[in-house]
């Protein structure tokens, strides 16, 4: 293998390990997580100038607890363990791991002596996530013991001579609040990364990859505009160009203009070979009359399927079927099944009803904001890159009730300027998501002389990290106040706006 510098994630099955690789990459090493049972030959090939262990679920005493090749601590690479990691790696050379009466959960203080590499810059005091019920009541022979807490005696350990670092706590997650910086020590102080990896690299090496793997075979990706399956599908038209094919389904649901942006970046930017299918009166047809947010998720989300399937068909067979699921997709998929308050993120379906060999999703590994910069590296406009998320369904989940044409085009013009005015105020950035909902209310007003009885359009803002929880953003008066007179001035049967102000929960941050 080439000397590309690579740190390998050894997978126990913990929670955060994708936080790990991305911590490490986020120090400009490049990371990859492998299963525990990984062959040391072909760890070997893979030349790690680093090996992290990360935590698990498991006690390293019980009998199936994973386990890898005891021959990993006779390369002479570096390795850190995390928890259950650090338990493994000391119970494979020869210390002790018990089981604690009581489980340490929290953010807890702990003592870490900052003469070791691996604490260096750090204070003594630190304060790091524990959760853990088994320990090390004794380290292997040849380690030292650099930190501890008040009820766990081996909070860290080290041989420094073998380059062999064990923590019981999690330096992967923002409670730890050093973590990140224990995390570069490893990377630099122990295992003498250069940390040249970039976004960039990533983008050359994921087009050759598709280059090869794809060769001359057929690629046919749905393009909705939004930025993962945008980035997506720019990848592989650098890897395999004219043998992707792009469908494009306007469902007529779009944000004033959107169809065409998107037409333009990627037909006229980009020379994508790509299919735009104007749907938006048979969509309207199915959801006539339909006023449950449920039942139009649901038509929405069929009738997509069923005009890709249409234009799929009329390419005939493809190889691969490409899509932008990225990481964040795969956490959520590989969760339980949670309460369910709204059918989200239209995943599924596509595969059963397309001929193809293989799915490729190439942002499986990244999270969203790798996938930006990947996208920005690709030369795809900031304004797309940036873009809010905007849910598959579209404004037919804005506009409450039931869906006229009419109506959305109200929606469009209300919508388009209150993101108007929030650019123009230099807010974008501040707003994780913004947007207009056309309530199903009409109300009285005056305009003129006269009686008007219009809708009532609803301002939406939230600021969020993960949009599972958000609070409602404190929007200036004065923005406020323009994006209002601007919209009943110029949008038609519009009289009245007003601004939500309730944060997730109680509420949603879409209305329906
Ligand atoms: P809620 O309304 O559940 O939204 O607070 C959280 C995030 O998910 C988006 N959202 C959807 N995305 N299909 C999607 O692809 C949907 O049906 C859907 N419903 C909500 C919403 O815009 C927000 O970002």
Redesign the pocket.
């Given at each position: 293998m080439e000397d590309k510098e690579l740190v390998l994630i050894i997978d126990f099955y913990g929670q955060y390990n994708q936080l790990i690789a991305r911590r490490v990459r986020e120090c400009n090493v490049y990371s990859e997580i492998v299963p525990y049972k990984t062959s040391i030959e072909d760890i070997k090939k893979k030349n790690p100038k680093g090996i992290i262990f990360t935590g698990g679920p498991a006690s390293v005493y019980e009998t199936n607890a994973p386990k890898c090749d005891p021959a990993i601590f006779k390369l002479g690479i570096p390795i850190l363990g995390i928890c259950y990691g650090m338990q493994f790696m000391t119970d494979s050379l020869g210390g002790t791991v018990q089981r604690a009466e009581k489980r340490e959960y929290g953010e807890t203080s702990v003592n870490l002596d900052n003469c070791s590499k691996l604490f260096e810059g750090l204070d003594k005091q630190n304060i790091c996530l524990m959760s853990h019920t088994d320990f090390v009541a004794k380290v292997p022979e040849g380690f030292k013991v650099i930190g501890n807490t008040s009820s766990c005696p081996v909070a860290a350990m080290e041989n420094e001579e073998k380059n062999f670092y064990g923590i019981q706590f999690h330096p992967e997650v923002n409670n730890t609040v050093n973590g990140t910086k224990i995390i570069s020590n490893f990377l630099f102080n122990v295992c003498k990364c250069k940390g040249d990896w970039k976004m960039s690299s990533f983008v050359k090496e994921q087009i050759e990859y598709l280059k090869n793997k794809i060769g001359d075979k057929k690629a046919l990706c749905a393009l909705s505009g939004g930025v993962d399956s945008s980035v997506a599908a720019v990848l592989l038209h650098k890897a395999i160009g004219k043998n992707l094919t792009c469908i494009f389904v306007d469902h007529g649901l779009l944000r004033k203009n959107e169809g065409d942006e998107v037409e333009q970046v990627f037909r006229k930017q980009f020379d994508i070979n790509l299919i735009r299918v104007n749907a938006e009166e048979q969509f309207l047809e199915k959801l006539k009359g339909v006023t449950e947010p449920e039942a139009k998720?649901k038509i929405i989300g069929e009738e997509f399927i069923r005009v890709f399937e249409k234009e799929a068909k009329k390419i005939g067979k493809v190889d691969y079927l490409v899509q932008g699921t990225i990481y964040p997709d795969v956490i959520e998929s590989g969760l339980g099944e949670s309460a369910k308050?709204?059918?989200?993120?239209?995943v599924g379906g596509l595969p059963d009803y397309v001929d193809f060999k293989e799915i490729i999703e190439p942002l499986r590994d990244l999270f969203k904001d790798e996938v930006r910069k990947t996208g920005l590296e690709l030369g795809i406009p900031e304004n797309l890159v940036y873009r809010q998320?905007f849910?598959?369904?579209g404004l037919g989940?804005r506009v409450i009730g039931d869906l006229t044409k009419e109506k959305l085009d109200i929606l469009r013009d209300a919508d388009f300027i209150f993101r108007e005015e929030v650019k123009n105020a230099g807010l974008e950035k501040d707003l994780n998501?913004y947007f207009a909902v056309l309530t199903n209310i009409r109300s009285v007003g005056v305009m003129g002389d006269g009686r008007t009885y219009d809708y009532t359009i609803a301002l939406r803002s939230v600021k969020t990290t993960d949009?599972m929880t958000a609070t409602w953003s404190k929007i200036p008066y004065n923005v406020l106040e323009k994006v209002s007179s601007r919209i009943v001035n110029e949008v038609k049967h519009v009289n009245r706006v007003v601004y939500d102000i309730t944060s997730?929960p109680p509420a949603?941050?879409?209305w329906e």
């Open positions: 998720r308050i709204k059918s989200h993120h239209n998320p849910p598959g369904p989940i998501q949009f997730k949603t941050i879409e």
